[in-house]
């Protein structure tokens, strides 16, 4: 079983930064592929970045492209989003969410098996 917790979320001016944690449980960290995404009031579930085992591949939706950046420290068990220049439309729960035994990234719900509670991120204008 992996647990999932996120942190780092809040209110935030349009334009300012945040950066969200994501603490895995489990040894294996290492050989999971993770990944963000967020949902908005009213709206569906949908995409935010995704990252593999090792890192050294990401993949990232449209509408954050340039502005976040997912990261990890499997020494850490942890997975990162940094959030800049935070527009009101980013407004959502940011959830992170793990695939275990994978090598690739993935950017699709049904693709990961683990879910964090979520953490809620507020961009005011």
């Known amino acids: 079983q992996v647990q999932l917790v996120e942190s780092g979320g809040g209110l935030v001016q349009a334009g300012g930064s945040l950066r969200l944690s994501c603490a895995a449980s489990?040894?294996?960290?290492?050989?999971?592929?993770m990944g963000w995404f967020r949902q908005a009031p009213g709206k569906e579930r949908e995409f935010v970045a995704a990252?593999?085992?090792?890192?050294?591949?990401?993949y990232y939706a449209d509408s954050v492209k340039g502005r976040f950046t997912i990261s990890r420290d499997n020494a850490k068990n942890t997975v990162y989003l940094q959030m800049n220049s935070l527009k009101p439309e980013d407004t959502a729960v940011y959830y992170c969410?793990?695939?275990?035994?994978?090598?690739?990234?993935?950017?699709?719900?049904?693709?990961?098996?683990?879910w964090g509670q979520g953490t809620q991120v507020t961009v005011s204008s």
């Open positions: 990252i593999n085992w090792s890192g050294g591949s990401t």
């Open positions: 489990g040894p294996t960290f290492s050989n999971y592929a």
């Open positions: 969410a793990a695939r275990t035994y994978s090598s690739s990234y993935y950017y699709r719900s049904y693709e990961y098996n683990y």
